[in-house]
C-alpha cells in the first residue's frame, strides 16, 4: 500500500526556516515523480516543487524559487522541502503526492494537482508577521 506521510510544519516567524519531510511507503522512488502542493485558506491547491525521479528534474513555482529547495534521501524514501526567507504568504497546508511518471518535474507540476496518483495529509505552516 502506498502512503505519504508528511511532517515537520509549525509555527515560525516571517524570515524564518522550516524543512518540511515527506516519507514514502509501499514503493520506491524509480518511475515516480514527487510534488510538494500547499493550498491556503479560500485558495485552490497549487503546485510549490517537484522533483522527478527518472531524469533527477527539479521544478520550483515562481514564488518560492529562489527561497525553498527540495531534495531527497532514497536510503530513507523520504523528500525534504527546505523552506528558507518564510512569508506570511507561505502559510497553508502543504501536502506532498507521488505521481508515476518519467515526465520532467515541470511537467508534472504544469498539470492539473488532481492528476497525482498519491497524496498525503498534510502538514500546516502557519507563518506570523
Known amino acids: 500500500e502506498v502512503q505519504l506521510v508528511e511532517s515537520g510544519g509549525g509555527l515560525v516567524q516571517a524570515g524564518g526556516s522550516l524543512r518540511l519531510s515527506c516519507a514514502a511507503s509501499?514503493?520506491?522512488?524509480?518511475?515516480?515523480?514527487i510534488g510538494w502542493f500547499r493550498q491556503a485558506p479560500g485558495k485552490e491547491r497549487e503546485g510549490v516543487s517537484c522533483i522527478s525521479f527518472s531524469d533527477g528534474s527539479t521544478y520550483y513555482a515562481d514564488s518560492v524559487k529562489g527561497r525553498f529547495t527540495i531534495s531527497s534521501d532514497n536510503a530513507k524514501n523520504t523528500v525534504y522541502l527546505q523552506m528558507n526567507s518564510l512569508k506570511p504568504e507561505d502559510t497553508a497546508v502543504y501536502y506532498c503526492?507521488?505521481?508515476?511518471?518519467?515526465?520532467?518535474?515541470?511537467?508534472?507540476?504544469?498539470?492539473?494537482?488532481?492528476?497525482?496518483?498519491?497524496w498525503g495529509k498534510g502538514t500546516l505552516v502557519t507563518v506570523s508577521s
Open positions: 503526492a507521488a505521481k508515476i511518471t518519467t515526465a520532467q518535474a515541470m511537467g508534472v507540476m504544469t498539470s492539473p494537482w488532481y492528476a497525482m496518483d498519491y
Open positions: 509501499g514503493f520506491t522512488f524509480d518511475d515516480y515523480a
